[in-house]
């Protein structure tokens, strides 16, 4: 029953239509609401990873001397328990996400704004 009501102008003989539309209305959100709960969680990103499942993860699968020369430099947020070395994927996309280059059009227009700032002396 797709018919929606104006509340303002029901009428006694209109009740029984109401009603229906209500009831049909609370069968669908009903039937939503179990799909979400039935739907899986989502992996949570605080998950602990060894360099085995970070090799996994990465989009590319880096070899594992790639990941410890990551590792040796600094450039990778990495934890180290005794010889066990363990990453957050939380920090680890944070990560991949710190590495994006500007598009030639956003350099362009950082530029344009510091000529700006610098001529007007900011």
Known sequence: MAA?????????????KALAYLV??????????????QAPA???????????ELQAFLPDHPAAPTV????RNGLIPYYKKGKK?????????????SGRQDTDAEMAAAAEDYVNRKRLGK
């Open 4 to 16: 929606s009501f104006n509340t303002n102008e029901l009428s006694f003989n209109d009740m029984p």
């Open 24 to 37: 049909d209305k609370v069968d669908r959100l009903e039937s939503l609401l179990e799909k979400q709960q």
């Open 42 to 52: 989502p992996e949570p990103t605080s998950k602990w990873m060894d360099v085995k």
């Open 68 to 71: 410890y020369g990551w590792i």
């Open 85 to 97: 070395l363990s990453f957050k994927r939380s920090e680890i996309e944070e990560w991949m996400n």
